[in-house]
């Protein structure tokens, strides 16, 4: 399951929609520091690669962090493929 983000534990896989993968996530966040190499914020480039890929940002879903949230939220925490 290395390339699947990890879901919480208090959640089933049937509950929650489908994660970004590991390579995806990685690819995100190398365009975050690239965007920021342009000059622009990480979030524009980490934000607009995950769309690119048909990936959508739910505030409706419970956190996706593995650690649910306890040590603040990951970039790409509620991403899951649209």
């Known amino acids: ?4 983000a990890p879901i919480p534990a208090a ?3 049937e509950s929650l929609p489908m994660q970004p993968t590991f390579d995806e996530i990685r690819e995100a966040f190398q365009e975050g ?3 920021i190499d ?3 914020s990480f979030y524009t ?3 607009a ?3 690119s890929i048909g990936c959508v940002k739910r505030d409706d879903i419970p956190c996706t ?3 649910q949230g306890g040590h603040g939220h990951m970039p790409e925490c509620r ?3 649209g």
């Open 1 to 4: 399951m290395k390339d699947e």
């Open 11 to 13: 959640q089933s896989r």
């Open 33 to 35: 520091f690239q965007s």
């Open 38 to 40: 342009d000059g622009d």
């Open 45 to 47: 480039g980490f934000n």
């Open 49 to 51: 690669f995950l769309v």
């Open 65 to 67: 962090c593995s650690d």
């Open 79 to 81: 991403w899951v493929k």
